[in-house]
C-alpha cells in the first residue's frame, strides 16, 4: 500500500489544472503495418486516466499529439497546467522521438510525469541498458549489437535471442527471433536492420521464469507484488513476442498467461526486488517503471527496463497495482504528486 507519510503529500494534488499528453495512434514509420496495434493501445492508457480524475474530481485537458508541434506548445501555453501526465511513447510515428516530448515540457516549465529525457533515452537503447546495468554488477544476459550480420563475433553459445536495439512493445519479436545456428542468426539479424532501419541485440537466450518487476517511488522506490508470465508451451522458445502481447486470438497469446503475485521463495523474491530496485536506481527512472527479469538458477538476469511503462487497465504494472491493493485513482494521484514536488518554488 502507499505509505501514510505518501498519502498526505497526495493532498497537494487537490485544486490543481492537469494535462493529460499522449500521442495520438499513427501508422509507424519503420517496421510491420501491423505494428500499428500497439500503438493503439494509447487509447486505454488515456480512458483509464480520465476516470481516474472524473473519481478524484480533478479538472483536467487532454493534449493529444499529432503533426504540429507549434499547435500543442500554444494549447499548453493557453492552458497552463499545474502539471502534465506523459502517456507519450512516441512522436509522429517515430518512438525514436519519445524522450524529446518531456524535454520539451521541460523547456516550458511544466512539471510532468514518469522519468527524464535521459532516462528514457538510455533505456530505449538496449545495448546503453545492458552497458549501464553491467557496470553496476546487475546481471544481465551476454550481448552483442549488429548492425549486420557480418559484425557477429561469436563467443555466445546458441540459442541466441535477436530483437530491434531500439523498440518496445514486443516490435520486431516472433518466434524467428529465437535463433539455433548462425544461418538463423544472419536472417534475423537482415530482417531487423532492414525492416526496423537499425541494429539488431543478439543476447543469450535464458530458459528461465519471466518476472515482470513493477516500482513505484523515487526517494524510497517499492516494489509492487511481483507478476509471472506463465507459458504453456511445451518447448522452446517461451517468450513474450508480438503475438503474446497483442493478437488475442493467436496460440501465443492464449498460452502465456498472467500470475499476479508470484508463487517465489521468499529469499528469491527478496533478491529479485533487490536487483529490480538496483537496477530501477542504475538507470535514472522515476515515478514509475516495470523491469522485465528472467530468473534462472536463482540468478535474476535484467533483460530491459521500461520507464514510463503501458498503464492499460489489463497489463502487467496495473495488475501489480491490483495486488498491491492501490486503486488506479491512487496510483494517479501518486504520480501527480511525484511530478508536482519537483516543481521549481
Known sequence: MITSERKQSLSIALGIKVGILFNTPSHPTKGEDIDYIADAEIEEQVEAVQDAFKKLDLPYQSFPLKDDIESLVKALRSYKPDVVINLCEEAFGDSHLEMNVPALLELLGIPYTGSSPLALGLCQNKGLTKDILKANGIPIPEYQILKAPEDWKGGIDYPLFVKPLMEDASLGISRKSFVRDYVELKLQTKYINKKYRQPAL????????????????????????????????????????????????????????????????????????????????????????????????????????????????????????????????????????????????
Request: net charge negative; proline share 8%; hydrophobic share 40%.
Open 202 to 345: 543478439v543476447e543469450r537466450y535464458i530458459d528461465g521464469r519471466e518476472l515482470n518487476v513493477a516500482i513505484l517511488g523515487n526517494e524510497k522506490p517499492q516494489v509492487l507484488p511481483i507478476s509471472e508470465i506463465v507459458f504453456d508451451f511445451q518447448n522452446e522458445p517461451k517468450i513474450v513476442d508480438f503475438s503474446a502481447k497483442w493478437l488475442k486470438e493467436s496460440e501465443e497469446y492464449e498460452k502465456t498467461r498472467p500470475v499476479c503475485p508470484a508463487k517465489l521463495e521468499p529469499h528469491i523474491e527478496n533478491l529479485v526486488k533487490t536487483t529490480a530496485l538496483r537496477a530501477y536506481a542504475a538507470l535514472y527512472c522515476r515515478d514509475y517503471a516495470r523491469l522485465d527479469i528472467r530468473l534462472k538458477d536463482e540468478t535474476p538476469y535484467v533483460l530491459e527496463a521500461n520507464p514510463n511503462p503501458d498503464v492499460s487497465p489489463d497489463v502487467g504494472f496495473t495488475r501489480s497495482l491490483r495486488a498491491a491493493g492501490i486503486k488506479y485513482e491512487e496510483f494517479v494521484k501518486a504520480i501527480i504528486s511525484f511530478a508536482l514536488e519537483r516543481k521549481p518554488i
